[in-house]
């Protein structure tokens, strides 16, 4: 099922969400941010993204952009294809690997140009089998629709990796596929709904309200965040990649993805707010990134869609 060398993949995802941003980006453009103990910076090693990012492991195992984009539909962009390539012909679990990442159209030529997706030309997520670990990070454009970001995985298994871009003059593509990791793997944690939608991350006590948890309704979500230890409200926001916040949504098979953007980009708490909807009924992980006081903080939560 799974191949160590080169994956080549369909499009198997497009959306109709457009950016505001249509400029090209310098292609050497990048986003060093880490999330963990200090927010270590790149180069973290065996649990952190080699050449920056944001990532989260659970303990245990924009004004203009209204809505989201997903992996329900398919529209004319799926043409396009990609090759995710591990430079040592296949990842391990706990080495630094270079992951290279190829656009191609359906005739194999290389998609050379790319717009401007909030601040970043690629938006790499990576999420383990069971959901516990999520890292979003920004590879870097080498030219010819070829993209290189240093990573690494905490253990082996099976991992999602999500390209998320929009070619010139078309809209929000993302492609798809499972890898699978070198080395021992780490017990699979079930992926259950959460009791409580208040998560402590950081210093920060972020509160999560859905104004709906049915299957295709416009569904509203509003993260409130306060400081833990005061309860006062958090009202200084920095953005994050050029937004208030960003959301990621997965179903609990990694088949239905969801990147949703705020309602108003320049918000800065203690309420962000992002539209959306879900597909279809069943269990759903959301990640909410924000950033405070120069940390970029990634907080989950698990939601039944009836």
């Given amino acids: 099922m799974y191949k160590k060398t080169t994956i080549l993949i369909s499009a198997v995802l497009a959306f109709g969400l457009l950016t505001a941003c249509g400029k090209k980006a310098p292609a050497d453009e990048t986003h060093a941010t880490g999330h963990g103990a200090g927010h270590n910076q790149a180069g973290a090693g065996a649990s952190g993204a080699g050449q920056g990012g944001n ?50 159209d359906k005739d194999g030529k290389p998609v050379n140009d790319f717009q401007v997706n909030h601040e970043k030309l690629l938006h790499l997520i990576i999420v383990s089998h069971d959901l516990s670990f999520f890292n979003h990070i920004h590879p870097e454009y080498k030219g010819s629709g070829k993209f290189t970001v240093n990573t690494s995985f905490p253990a082996g298994g099976d991992y999602k990796l999500f390209a998320d871009f929009i070619p010139a003059g078309g809209s929000g593509t993302t492609l798809s596929e499972w890898v699978k990791v070198e080395g021992k793997e780490g017990a699979r944690a079930a992926i259950q709904a959460d009791t409580k939608l208040v998560k402590e991350v950081s210093g920060k006590e972020i509160e999560l309200a859905l104004s709906s948890t049915k299957a295709k309704e416009d569904v509203t979500l509003t993260f409130n965040l306060r400081d833990a230890k005061t309860k006062k409200e958090i009202d200084n926001l920095e953005p994050y990649l050029g937004a208030v916040g960003h959301v990621v949504i997965l179903s609990a098979d990694a088949e239905q993805y969801i990147h949703v953007h705020p309602l108003d980009e320049k918000a800065t708490g203690p309420a962000a707010q992002f539209a959306t909807s879900f597909p279809a009924s069943g269990t759903y992980k959301i990640w909410g990134q924000f950033q405070h006081n120069g940390e970029v903080i990634t907080v989950p939560f698990v939601i039944d869609v009836k």
Wanted: proline share 2%; hydrophobic share 30%; aromatic share 6%.
């Fill in 55 to 104: 990532m989260y492991m659970e303990s245990k195992g924009h004004g203009d952009h209204q809505g989201g984009h997903g992996s329900s539909a398919q529209t004319a962009a799926s043409h396009l294809k990609a090759s995710f390539t591990f430079a040592s012909g296949s990842a391990k679990a706990g080495e630094p690997q270079e992951l290279t990442i190829q656009i191609t």
